[in-house]
């Protein structure tokens, strides 16, 4: 262990923070905000808060360190204890939404941003840090914007002693080279200190294989493949980076990578004779975290490693020894889909900004390349300057009810860095008062309060605190853990396989009896957990163990807030009567009533949102081809092709909706909004 420590001593010398050491901390000293910019790779995240703890400022409070990526916590978190050659979780740690590995002893917190939002709520003066960074800045993440935002509106000024604080807290705010200008003028113009970089050129090259016309095509993995494989042959000894899109791409590119470099004859087929193999490695945020160990282990000797990655390896994560980057110049991003009223999970374009970022990744300790799979006139034509801000691409739902909580009654004049538009705060406020969370005037309901205290998506929350009000909480918080974590059904990409795996799972749809998607995931819950061997009950079934263990966990901490929010004295009663099925059933629909369809015509069914969208089951639902028995239903979330498709879905009755679908067009955003603006 200690010559693994020498080592990353030695190398944490020689990055270009260290020289700025001394600087940097007395910057932190003399100032409140404090902006830290610097090229992807310097340092900044690992480093800076190892000198801010051996300069003392962990005396009396702690350094926390906000990451947009859950990934880039834990890795980062796991890094800087080697460093420190501590235990993970004890003086360092990282806490990310469901797992949280810190004890009484951490100092040295990383967490998400999302968790330092949390934290805010229940300690709004942040009274145990001494240091917060906001890191990753550029990358305009919605609770990192928003976090931006209050420490500018809470910490701006220092002699104000801030909801009990005995000392002011430092704020640091780090980013890549971006936009400093921007956000130290945001800042109150605070002080700026830029870690020169050393960067090499790469030299970028167009392909041939995406054009403009392919822009909804989802050919690029094969070409990726084929693209890396090329280099691999064609190319020098040097790791390849390859940016994908998403898991399922990147399995899919691994298999096919690995299937095609089991037939390369090193002798005739690699032009570089000291070359002899290839290692695939996947990257991609649900990873295993032993797995994701691997990535930054550099290859044995004569063979090149290949990292398949997406996006979090364009800024969060740096990989040492890549030499070469293989760009499909495709992003998978949240977006507002105003076709249908939903954010949705899409594959778009990356912006020109993007695609320099992932390219300057091939130039941190030499000249590098970078091979694009797309043309110039893709690059012209598709690619937009720069990507949006999430803030002013999705759902502000959640963020809106924080910001309210918190006490920021006037949610537009909120110091945003770039304001989002106006009709998604009003879209926000609008379902906050349809889910009861807030009222005609725009004030935080006591339901609002509670709601606000569950890491959930709000609808999701509305229906487990309606089943709690009714004593059933037994029946939605398995179904929330369900919805809540990566995807459990195992997809094998071989067709005789997935007809096995598909007749399995058509199979757990009938053991819960009704057909009807929730029920389903509840009973694969229910089942295995009964299950004397969990594992060995998964891989029968096909579904992943992995994501099922998360889900149990998710359960009981689900469990606990429920608990505790139970013992406040406001907490809501009711009692019920009617069957189980009907009364799970009649809480979904509390908190889906935004996403109810009626049969309209054939297979085809009609949103009663007021957007009235076309939409159609989706062929993994239990529900397929039985649309002529169906009348209405709820979706959890839809899939957009060329064609709209409910996921998740459960029939209901009519009268179960009837009092809650006026509330979509009942009421006026005017009146909320103008409450908003007083
Ligand atoms: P910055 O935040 O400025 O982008 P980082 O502090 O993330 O820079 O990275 C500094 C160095 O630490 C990089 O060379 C990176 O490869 C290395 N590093 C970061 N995490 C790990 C890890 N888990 N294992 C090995 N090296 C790592
Ligand atoms: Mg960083």
């Known amino acids: 262990k200690s010559a693994r420590w ?16 001394d600087k940097l901390v007395e910057s932190v000293r003399n100032s409140t905000f404090l902006l830290v910019s610097g090229e992807t790779g310097s340092g900044k995240t690992t480093q800076l808060p190892q000198y801010l703890y051996r300069a003392g400022f962990c005396k009396n409070g702690k350094i926390g360190i906000t990451q947009p990526r859950r990934v880039a916590a834990i890795t980062v978190a796991q890094r800087v204890a080697q460093e420190m050659q501590c235990t993970l979780g004890r003086e360092v740690g990282y806490q990310v939404r469901f797992d949280d590995c810190t004890s009484q002893d951490t100092v040295v917190k990383y967490m998400t941003d999302g968790c330092l939002l949390r934290e805010i709520l229940a300690d709004p003066g942040l009274s145990q840090y001494s240091v917060v960074i906001l890191d990753e800045v550029h990358e ?28 002011p807290l430092k704020v640091v705010v780090m980013s890549a080279t971006l936009e400093s200008d921007k956000l130290s003028a945001f800042l109150n113009n605070c002080p700026m200190f830029s870690i020169p970089g050393r960067t090499f050129p790469v030299d970028c090259m167009f392909g041939s294989a995406v054009g403009p016309k392919d822009i909804e095509s989802t050919g690029y993995v094969k070409e990726v493949v084929k693209m890396a494989l090329d280099v691999h042959a064609s190319q020098m000894s040097g790791d390849i980076l390859v940016f994908l899109t998403g898991q399922s791409e990147i399995e899919r590119a691994c298999d096919l990578l690995f299937e095609k470099a089991e037939s390369i004859d090193y002798r005739y087929d690699v032009e570089d004779q000291t070359v002899e193999g290839l290692l695939i490695l996947p990257l991609y945020g649900s990873m295993p975290t032993d797995q994701q160990r691997q990535i930054f282990q550099p290859p044995p000797p004569r063979i090149r490693k290949c990292v398949v990655a997406t996006n979090i390896a364009a800024t969060s994560l740096t990989i040492n020894g890549i030499k070469y980057i293989v760009d499909s110049g495709f992003v998978k991003q949240l977006n507002h889909n105003s076709r249908v009223g939903m954010d949705i999970l899409e594959v778009v374009p990356i912006s020109k900004s993007e695609a320099q970022q992932r390219a300057g990744r091939a130039g941190r300790t030499s000249a590098g390349k970078c091979f694009r799979i797309y043309t110039k006139e893709f690059w012209e034509k598709c690619m937009p300057d720069y990507t949006v801000p999430e803030l002013q691409r999705t759902s502000l739902t959640s963020v809106i009810l924080t910001l309210k909580c918190l006490g920021v009654h006037d949610v537009i004049r909120f110091p945003y ?4 538009e106006e009709r998604f705060i009003l879209e926000a406020l609008k379902q906050l008062y349809q889910f009861d969370a807030i009222d005609r005037r725009g004030r935080v309901t006591s339901l609002g309060e509670l709601m606000v205290e569950f890491p959930l998506q709000p609808g999701l929350t509305r229906a487990v605190l309606k089943a709690a009000t009714l004593g059933c909480q037994d029946l939605l918080l398995p179904l929330a853990a369900m919805l809540s974590v990566e995807n459990i059904f195992i997809r094998p990409g071989h067709p ?3 007809k096995e795996a598909d007749e399995k799972h058509r199979g757990l749809a009938t053991i819960s009896g009704s057909t009807n998607d929730f029920a389903t995931l509840l009973s694969i819950f229910q089942s295995c957990k009964s299950s004397d061997r969990p594992s060995a009950w998964c891989k029968e079934n096909w579904i992943h163990w992995r994501a099922l263990k998360s889900a149990f966990s998710v359960e009981t901490q689900l469990g606990e807030i429920l608990l505790r929010l139970q013992k406040r004295r406001d907490f809501p009663v009711e009692t019920y009567d009617g069957n189980k099925s009907e009364i799970l059933r009649r809480c979904l629909c509390t908190g889906y009533f935004t996403n109810v369809a009626r049969r309209s015509m054939g297979k085809m069914f009609c949103t009663m949102d007021g957007h009235g969208s076309m939409v159609h089951i989706h062929p993994s639902s239990s529900l397929f081809d039985l649309e002529a028995e169906l009348n209405w239903v709820i979706f959890h979330d839809v899939l957009v092709t060329s064609r709209v498709y409910m996921r998740t879905v459960c029939p209901i009755r009519y009268e179960w909706v009837k009092d809650l679908l006026p509330k979509l067009h009942e009421v006026d955003v005017y009146e909320l909004s103008s409450v908003a603006r007083e």
């Open 417 to 420: 860095l770039d304001c989002p």
């Open 496 to 498: 005789e396989k997935q």
């Open 6 to 21: 020498d080592k990353a001593d030695s190398e944490s010398k020689q990055l270009p923070i260290y020289k700025h050491k």
């Open 140 to 167: 305009r993440s919605l609770n990192t914007d928003i976090l931006l935002g209050l420490m500018k509106k809470k910490f701006s000024n220092p002699a104000k002693a801030t909801d009990g604080r005995s000392s």
